[in-house]
C-alpha cells in the first residue's frame, strides 16, 4: 500500500512483496477488495477455529455492543466476564478454578509466570527458576522471549531477557533423556514451574511429540512441586484433536494459558487459569500479597461475549464431530508426502499437520520461506511457511476439496527448494 504509516508485524519491509489490502473475511476465505479470494490456511495466525465471521459469534459481539463497551475491571465485574469464567472452568481440566483475564496470548503467559512466583514467594519459598522446553515459543514481550528460544527473533534483547533452565526437545527415541533432565533439574527444589506448550510446539517449527512425555512431565513436576504452565495459546479450542491438549496426556495443569481460539478468532482476549492453591497463596488481608497484574482492557466484555458465543458453539454445534473428521482428512492428505524424498517428517497432530521441505538450508531464515510464501498466494493461498517447514492449519470448516488444492500446491512447490537463492 503506497503510503501507508503501518509498521507490520514479523516484517522485513525492505523486501516484503506489497500487501494484498483484505476487504472482506468469510468462512476459510480472505477476500480482496478486487474480489480474489485467498484461503485461509493458516487460520489467521491460528485463532480462527470454526470459521470467519462465524454468524453466532458476529450476533454475540453485535448484541453486546448494545448494552456495554469497555468496563474497568478492578473494583467492578460484569456478566459476560462472570459467565464466561464459569464456563471455562467447566470446561477446562479439573482443579482450574480461577479464570485472571487479560488480552493476547503473551500476556496471558506472564500472568502465569507471575502467578507461579508469586505462588512460591506468598508460600515462603523464594523458588524463582523457570524449566524451558528447547524450541519453544510462548509470545514476543521481554518475559515470553526469556521462557522462550533463543535465536534471531531475540538477538537484540538478549541483555535484558532472565536465565531459564532448558531441557531438549523431546525428539523421538530421545523422550527419556529429556525426562531426566528435568528430573535432575527439579531435585534442588529451585525451580518454580515448567512451562510447556502441551503436544505442538508451534512457532518453533510445528515440532509434535507424544502426550506420554507430558504425563510424564506432570509427575516429575509433582513431586518436586514445581508448578506445570500449560501454555495451550495454540493448542487449545480442538487444534490437537481435544479440547485442550493436556486432556491427551490426562494431566490437569496447575496454571493454563488460552487466548487465540478463545473468542473462536474474533476479539483478542486471553485468560490464565489457575488452581485454588494459587489462588490461595495471594488471598490474605495482608495486601502486599495481592496478585499485582493488570491491563486496561482486561476482561473487554464485547471480547468475552464473543467468547461465551464460542462456548456455545462448541456446546451445541457438532465441533468436535467436525475436529475429528478434519483431523481424518488431514492424516490422509499428508501421508503422500511420507515417502516422498523431496520431504521429511511429514506429521500430523489433530488438526495441525506439517512437514519439511529438504533444503540446503533450514531455519527460519531459509531463503525459500518468502518464495514458499510467493507461491502459494499466486495461487490464492495463505500459507506462511516457518523457514522450510510448511503446516496447515485451517479453521475446521475447510473442506476436503480445499485440503487437496492445498496440497496439490504443496506438491509443486518442493521444485522451488533447490534452486538459486
Ligand atoms: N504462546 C504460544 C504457544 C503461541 O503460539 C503464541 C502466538 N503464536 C503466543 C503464546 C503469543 O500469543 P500472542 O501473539 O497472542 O501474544
Not at 56 to 85: C, K, N, Y
Not at 208 to 225: D, F, N, Q
Not at 302 to 328: F, H, K, Q, T
Request: charged share 20%; proline share 5%; aromatic share 8%.
Amino acid at each position: 500500500m503506497n503510503g501507508s504509516a503501518v509498521w507490520h508485524p514479523f516484517t522485513q519491509h525492505a523486501v516484503e512483496p506489497a500487501m494484498p489490502a483484505i476487504a472482506r473475511t468469510d468462512g476459510a476465505y480472505l477476500e480482496t477488495h478486487d474480489g480474489r479470494r485467498i484461503l485461509d490456511a493458516i487460520s489467521s495466525w491460528w485463532v480462527v477455529t470454526h470459521a470467519h465471521r462465524h454468524p453466532r459469534i458476529m450476533d454475540a459481539i453485535r448484541s453486546a455492543t448494545e448494552t456495554l463497551d469497555q468496563v474497568i475491571f478492578a473494583g467492578l465485574t460484569h456478566e459476560p466476564a462472570e459467565q464466561l469464567a464459569s464456563a471455562l472452568v467447566a470446561m477446562a481440566p479439573a482443579g482450574l478454578d480461577w479464570v485472571f483475564y487479560s488480552d493476547s496470548g503473551s500476556t496471558s503467559v506472564e500472568v502465569a509466570l507471575k502467578m507461579a512466583l508469586g505462588f512460591h514467594r506468598n508460600n515462603g519459598l523464594p523458588r524463582s527458576r523457570i524449566v524451558v522446553m528447547e524450541h519453544s515459543y510462548h509470545g514476543d514481550t521481554i518475559g515470553t522471549m526469556s521462557v522462550g528460544a533463543r535465536g534471531v527473533f531475540n538477538a537484540a534483547y538478549e541483555p535484558l531477557l532472565f536465565e531459564v533452565d532448558t531441557i531438549a526437545f523431546p525428539a523421538a527415541g530421545r523422550e527419556q533423556e529429556t525426562l531426566d533432565a528435568f528430573e535432575r533439574l527439579t531435585r534442588g527444589r529451585e525451580a518454580a514451574a515448567l512451562i510447556v506448550e502441551p503436544l505442538v510446539l508451534g512457532a518453533g517449527g510445528m515440532l509434535m511429540y507424544p502426550a506420554s512425555v507430558l504425563t510424564e512431565l506432570k509427575r516429575i513436576a509433582e513431586r518436586s512441586e514445581t508448578l506445570f504452565i500449560a501454555d495451550e495459546v495454540m493448542t487449545g479450542w480442538g487444534r490437537t484433536g481435544a479440547m485442550f491438549a493436556c486432556e491427551q496426556a490426562a494431566i490437569a495443569p496447575d496454571i493454563l494459558c488460552t487466548s487465540k481460539g478463545l473468542t473462536g478468532g474474533s476479539l483478542p482476549l486471553a485468560a490464565t487459569l489457575a488452581t485454588d492453591a494459587i489462588f490461595c497463596a495471594h488471598y490474605s488481608r495482608n495486601r502486599a500479597r495481592t496478585f499485582f497484574h493488570s491491563s486496561s482492557y482486561t476482561a473487554n466484555p464485547i471480547a468475552c461475549a464473543a467468547a461465551l458465543a464460542n462456548v456455545g458453539i462448541w456446546n451445541d454445534e457438532p465441533v468436535a464431530e467436525r475436529v475429528a473428521a478434519l483431523s481424518r482428512m488431514q492424516a490422509e492428505k499428508v501421508a503422500r508426502f511420507s515417502q516422498d524424498a523431496r520431504f521429511e517428517n511429514a506429521r500430523t497432530t489433530g488438526t495441525i499437520a506439517a512437514l519439511d521441505l529438504r533444503v540446503g538450508k533450514a531455519g527460519y531464515l531459509a531463503e525459500v520461506g518468502p518464495r514458499l510464501r510467493a507461491f502459494f498466494l499466486e495461487r490464492g493461498l495463505l500459507v506462511r511457511p516457518l523457514g522450510n517447514v510448511i503446516y496447515v492449519l485451517p479453521p475446521y470448516c475447510v473442506t476436503s476439496h480445499e485440503l487437496d488444492r492445498l496440497y496439490e500446491a504443496i506438491d509443486e512447490a518442493a521444485e522451488l527448494a533447490g534452486d538459486k537463492k
